[in-house]
């Protein structure tokens, strides 16, 4: 599967209303529906089989986020779950992802994160172990 910076990855696409998703990927192994502070309602589609999970949100819910937790992904042409956080940020320089934050998480991990791509790479122990994407 290869992720797009702010569209989606693979066939997924940002913005996807929740049936197409499932039409893609199938039954979801676990739903849940998590009621926010706005009283707006984000449903949760977990592919713990595709290490996916997929976050739908707004009036009629479409495709916000994805967490993406399956090491065969690539991104920018490269395997990303191979490269160690010094790869992964010149990777992302190299093609004009020049502003980045870094911050460890209370839980432990190390976030790594690319503003103007709405992408955060999640380190534990040094080993890349999840990429949050959005829009």
């Given at each position: ?17 929740v ?15 998590i009621?926010?502070?706005?009283d ?10 595709m290490?996916?999970t997929l ?24 395997d ?16 004009n ?14 976030r790594?994160?690319f ?8 380190y ?12």
């Amino acid at each position: 599967m290869e992720i797009k910076i702010r569209q989606g990855l693979g066939e997924l696409k940002f913005n996807m209303p929740v049936e197409e998703a499932v039409a893609l990927l199938g039954t979801a192994n676990e739903v849940e529906n998590i009621d926010n502070a706005a009283d707006e309602t984000t449903t949760v589609l977990r592919y713990t089989d595709m290490g996916l999970t997929l976050f739908f949100e707004g009036e009629n819910p479409t495709l916000a986020c994805i967490d993406v937790a399956n090491e065969d992904c690539t991104l920018l042409g490269e395997d990303v779950f191979d490269l160690d956080e010094r790869q992964l940020v010149q990777l992302m320089v190299k093609n004009n992802y020049t502003e980045q934050d870094v911050d460890e998480e209370d839980w432990g991990e190390r976030r790594v994160s690319f503003p103007e791509g709405n992408i955060d790479f999640y380190y534990d122990e040094g080993e890349l172990v999840s990429i949050i994407l959005g829009a």
